[in-house]
C-alpha cells in the first residue's frame, strides 16, 4: 500500500484552522488511512489505491476539511481556456494511442511540494497507471516549451538529452543502458516506432512512458507546469489529469486547459458528474434513521455536493473520484460523513450460531486436496476483459455476457470460463521460478433463456518444461477419487485453446462436465509467456453439489 508523509506544521497552514495534532491523529482512520509511523514532527500514513486523491497531503487536507466542517462540499476545478494545443500523429494508434493535458500556471514550488509532487506522480504510475502500462504522467517546465506541441513516433535512433543526464542518448540507448528504460522498455513490446512529444522548436519534451527529456526538469524556481499524460485508455488517463489538476489547484496553481486533437484525442472534460441515491437504501444498509437533510450533510462532509429530491439525493461526485461507481459507494460516503464513531453495534437476534454450508464445506474440502498436490490458490474478478477470456485464448465469443456501463477495459465482460484468468496469471508472473502450479474454484456466468446462469467452476493449469498431458490428468483424478469418490475418464475431442491432438473432454457419471489439455502453443505465445502449459476445467455444479 501506497505511504504519504504528513508534516504536522504544514498540515496546520494547509488546513486553514489550527487544530491539534490529537485531533488530527484521531480522525485520519475515520478517512480511511493508516498510520504506519508517528514523530513529534510528522506522521506517515498508508492510503487505499482506490483513493488516488490521496496521494498527496494536499489531496488528504481536503478529506480532513470536510470531516472537520473546515470546507465541505465538493472542490470545484477551475478550468480557463488557455492557448496551448498538442496535434496527435496518426502514427501513434498503435503504440500509445492516448494523451490529454493541462497547463497549471503561476504557482509557487518549494522542496516539499515538489517531493509531494514526485510521489503522487510515482503512485498513481503503480496504481490506476498499472506501473506505466495503462497511463504515465509527464510534469515539464511550462517555461522551457514552445507550443504548439505534436505527439508522434520516431525511429529507435531518436535522441535527446533524458532527465537527470547531461548528455544525448538515442532511444535505443535509453532502453538498454538506463534504469527506467529496462524496467518499462517492455511497456513498448516490439515496436519499431517510439512515442515521442516534440515542441514547436523541434525539441524532445518527453519520451512515455519511459523518460522526460531534461530540457523541462522542474525545480523551485519553476512557476509553470505542463501536465502531459499518455494512455492506452482515454477514459483513466483523463481519470489520472483529473487527480494531477485539483491537486495543482490545491497547490496554488491556476489551472488551463489545452487542446488536443487528432487521432481519436480531444481536449479533456473533467466535469463532475451527477448520481441519485434513495434515501430508504442509505437508512436500510445503516441501520439508521437519517433525514434527507442529514443525509446531505453527511455526503458534503465527504467532500461531495448533495441535494434532496422527494426521497431521493442528487449527488455531485468530482471527476478525481474515481472510486465511486454506485449507490453502495454513496452510503459509505454518507456513513463517513456521518461517522463511523457514531454508528453504535448491536447484536443481531439468532437463536444459534452459523455454520458453513454444504457447497462451501465441498469447497474447502477440495481446495485443501489441490493444495496438498502442490497448487497454489489464485483469485481472480468474475468480470474480465474480452481480450483475455476470448481473443487471445481463440475460444468462441458469440454467446459473451456484457457488462452495462463498465468502468474498466479490463473488466467489460462476464467470465464463462476460468481457465483464461488462469493463463493470464501465469504470464503476470514470468519472474518467478517454475514450476508454477495454480488453481481456482469460482463462478462462471452464462445465457440461459432470458437469465443469466451462475455455475461453479475448478480449474488449474501447470506450467513448466516437463509439464504433460498425462500429469494434469493424474491430478483431475485424484482431486475426484479422493474428494468425492468419483471416477473420472477423458473423451479425445478439439477446442482452439488447446493443442490438436492433445484434448480431451472429461467424462465423469456418463457426463461431460469439463475438458482438459496442453495448451495451443499460439495461445501461450499470445500471452508472452514461453513455457508449456496443461489444464483443466470442470463444472462442480450439479456433479459434487446442486
Known amino acids: 500500500m501506497p505511504v504519504v508523509t504528513l508534516y ?13 495534532q490529537e485531533k488530527i491523529l484521531s480522525i485520519l482512520p475515520f478517512i480511511g488511512l493508516d498510520i504506519e509511523e508517528q514523530t513529534k514532527d510528522h506522521i506517515s500514513v498508508e492510503y487505499s489505491p482506490n483513493r488516488p486523491d490521496y496521494s498527496t497531503d494536499y489531496g488528504i487536507v481536503s478529506g480532513l476539511q ?40 503561476n504557482g509557487k514550488l518549494n522542496d516539499e511540494t515538489i517531493r509531494q509532487i514526485i510521489a503522487m ?31 508522434t513516433t520516431v525511429s529507435k535512433d531518436h535522441r535527446f538529452i533524458p532527465l537527470t543526464s547531461s548528455s544525448e542518448m538515442s532511444i535505443s540507448e535509453i532502453l538498454k543502458n538506463t534504469d527506467v528504460g529496462t524496467k518499462y522498455g517492455n511497456i513498448l513490446e516490439d515496436s519499431q516506432k517510439m512515442p515521442i512529444v516534440i515542441d514547436s522548436g523541434g525539441n524532445t519534451i518527453s519520451f512515455p512512458p519511459i523518460i522526460n527529456s531534461n530540457l523541462t526538469t522542474i525545480s523551485k524556481d519553476t512557476k509553470n507546469l505542463l501536465v502531459e499524460i499518455t494512455s492506452i485508455d482515454k477514459n483513466v488517463a483523463e481519470d489520472v489529469l483529473a487527480v494531477v489538476s485539483y491537486t495543482l489547484q490545491n497547490a496554488g496553481f491556476t489551472i488551463f486547459s489545452t487542446n488536443i486533437s487528432g487521432a481519436n484525442n480531444s481536449t479533456p472534460i473533467l466535469n463532475p458528474r451527477k448520481m441519485t441515491l434513495d434515501v430508504d437504501l442509505v437508512n436500510k444498509t445503516l441501520g439508521l434513521d437519517l433525514s434527507p437533510s442529514i443525509i446531505v450533510s453527511s455526503l458534503r462532509k465527504s467532500r461531495l455536493d448533495a441535494k434532496p429530491k422527494g426521497n431521493k439525493i442528487i449527488c455531485e461526485v468530482p471527476k478525481y473520484r474515481t472510486d465511486i461507481f454506485g449507490s453502495m459507494d454513496l452510503v459509505e460516503e454518507v456513513a463517513l460523513g456521518y461517522g463511523i464513531q457514531n454508528l453504535e453495534p448491536t447484536i443481531p437476534q439468532s437463536q444459534s450460531g452459523g455454520e458453513k454450508n454444504k457447497i ?55 467470465r464463462d470460463g476460468i481457465l483464461p484468468g488462469l493463463i493470464d496469471t501465469l504470464s503476470k508472473n514470468i519472474h518467478e521460478t517454475y514450476p508454477q502450479k495454480i488453481f481456482e474454484t469460482g463462478v462462471v456466468f452464462s445465457k440461459a433463456s432470458n437469465e443469466i446462469k451462475e455455475e461453479i467452476h475448478l480449474a488449474c493449469v501447470c506450467a513448466y518444461n516437463d509439464v504433460s498431458f498425462s500429469e494434469v490428468k493424474s491430478v483431475l483424478q485424484s482431486v475426484f477419487k479422493v474428494g468425492f469418490g468419483l471416477h473420472c475418464t477423458t473423451q479425445m475431442t478439439y477446442l482452439p485453446m488447446f493443442s490438436e491432438g492433445r484434448t480431451a473432454n472429461i467424462v465423469i457419471n456418463n457426463k461431460t462436465v469439463g475438458v482438459i489439455g496442453d495448451i495451443s502453443p499460439e495461445v501461450i505465445d499470445n500471452f508472452k509467456l514461453r513455457i508449456p502449459i496443461s489444464g483443466f476445467e470442470v463444472k462442480l455444479t450439479g456433479l459434487i453439489f446442486d
Open 360 to 414: 462451501t464445506k465441498a469447497l474447502d474440502s477440495l481446495s485443501a486436496i489441490m493444495v496438498g498436490l502442490g497448487y497454489f490458490e489464485a483469485i481472480n474478478f468474475g468480470l474480465v476483459s474480452k481480450e483475455v477470456q476470448y481473443d487471445l485464448t481463440k475460444r468462441d465469443s458469440s454467446k459473451m455476457i456484457s457488462a452495462a456501463d463498465s468502468k474498466s477495459q479490463g473488466h467489460t465482460i462476464l
Open 8 to 20: 504536522f506544521n504544514r498540515l496546520q497552514k494547509l488546513l486553514g484552522k489550527r487544530i491539534s
Open 121 to 151: 506522480q510515482e503512485d498513481l504510475h503503480n496504481g490506476i497507471g498499472r506501473r506505466r502500462k495503462k497511463t504515465s504522467i509527464g510534469i515539464h517546465d511550462l517555461d522551457k516549451i514552445k507550443f504548439p506541441l505534436s505527439y
Open 66 to 105: 470536510g470531516l472537520l466542517a473546515i470546507k465541505t462540499g465538493m472542490p470545484k476545478l477551475k478550468i480557463k481556456k488557455g492557448n496551448y494545443s498538442i496535434k496527435v500523429n496518426p502514427s501513434v494508434k498503435k503504440v500509445r494511442p492516448f494523451i490529454t493535458s493541462v497547463v497549471a500556471k
